[in-house]
């Protein structure tokens, strides 16, 4: 799968994607997991970070279905 980082987890990854293979019956939650252990810079922010599966907003339940494009979207700060 293919996962977008923007902002904050572009900075820290060093780049504004990455590709992931996963099992068919993945959750946002074990992606979360799966991302805060293979990139350990992101562990922090994953924790406050939305994701968003095919353009629509996800929880850590929803299923990620097969060559799906996921977005990694940081918290934004600002006034």
């Known amino acids: 799968m293919k996962i977008l980082l923007f902002a904050r987890a572009r900075d820290l990854v060093g780049t504004d994607r990455i590709e992931l293979t996963t099992p068919a019956s993945a959750t946002i939650g074990e992606l979360r997991s799966r991302l805060a252990a293979q990139y350990p810079q992101l562990a922090s ?13 996800a929880d850590d339940a929803t299923p990620i279905p097969l060559g799906a494009e996921v977005a990694l979207l940081p918290p934004v700060s600002g006034g």
Do not use: E, R
């Not at 922010?45 to 907003?57: E, G, I, Q, R, T």
């Open 45 to 57: 922010l994953l924790a406050k970070s939305a994701f968003a599966v095919n353009d629509a907003y």
